[in-house]
C-alpha cells in the first residue's frame, strides 16, 4: 500500500509537497511540484516554502500555517517564484497531517498563471464591448437577445430589461426592404461579416 500511495503522489497531475511546520522546509515533493518550479527534487528538499514565495511573507505564511495545523483546511490563491524567477498563479490547498507524533503541513496546488491571464484577457474585451460607443447585441443562435451595451441602450432608448430575451426584429422601422434581411441572415450563416 506504500509502494502504490507513494506512485500515486508521484504521478499526481498537480504539485504536492509536504512541509515540515517547524522550519518550514520541504519533506517531499513530487514531480509536478519539480516541473513547474524548475527545480530539481534536490533543490526542493533543500529550500524551504519562504524560498519560492512571490506573495506571503514570513509572518503570513507562518500564521497561514498556524491556521491549518490548528484543523482549517485553506483553499487559496497563491503567488510562486520559479528557479528562473519568474512567477507563476498558484490555486493552493492546504491541510495538517499527524504522523508518527509529529504535525506535517501537507500543500497540493495547480498551476493557474494561464487561467488567470485569460479571464483578464476576457475581462479587457468585456469593457471595450461594454464602452464602445457603437450599439452592441449578443444574441444566441436562435435570435434570443443575451446582452447589449450601454451604446444600445443610449441610442435605442430601450432598456437593457426591454430587450434581453427578446429577437432584434422588434427594432424593425418596416421601412427597410426584405432583401437587405435576407442578405444579412444569408452572411451570418455563412459565418461572415455583414455591412
Known amino acids: 500500500h506504500q ?21 518550514f522546509s520541504f519533506v517531499t515533493v513530487n514531480a509536478a ?12 528538499l533543500g529550500m524551504t ?3 519560492i514565495q512571490a506573495r506571503l511573507g514570513q509572518g503570513e505564511v507562518a500564521e497561514l500555517t498556524a491556521q491549518v495545523l490548528a484543523g482549517r483546511s485553506i ?10 524567477g519568474s512567477e507563476l498563479d498558484v490555486q493552493l490547498r492546504a491541510c495538517a497531517v499527524h504522523l508518527k507524533g509529529r504535525d506535517y503541513l501537507v500543500l ?29 447585441i449578443i444574441a444566441d443562435l436562435h435570435g434570443n437577445i443575451e446582452y447589449v451595451n450601454d451604446a444600445f441602450v443610449q441610442h435605442t ?25 435576407n442578405e444579412l441572415w444569408a452572411t451570418l450563416l455563412r459565418g461572415e461579416v455583414w455591412h
Open 75 to 84: 483553499d487559496a490563491e497563491n503567488r510562486y517564484r520559479r528557479r528562473d
Open 3 to 23: 509502494a502504490l500511495m507513494r506512485a500515486v503522489i508521484e504521478e499526481a497531475p498537480y504539485a504536492i509537497e509536504v512541509v515540515d511546520p517547524g522550519d
Open 108 to 136: 497540493a496546488w495547480n498551476d493557474i498563471t494561464a487561467e488567470k491571464a485569460a479571464l483578464a484577457h476576457s475581462r479587457k474585451l468585456s469593457l471595450v464591448v461594454e464602452q464602445s460607443p457603437s450599439s452592441v
Open 49 to 51: 516554502l519562504f524560498d
Open 33 to 44: 511540484a519539480c516541473r513547474w518550479l524548475g527545480h530539481t527534487r534536490e533543490q526542493l
Open 157 to 181: 432608448g430601450y432598456s437593457r430589461e426591454e430587450a434581453i430575451g427578446r429577437n432584434p426584429r422588434f427594432l424593425k422601422s418596416n421601412k427597410t426592404p426584405s432583401g437587405t434581411y
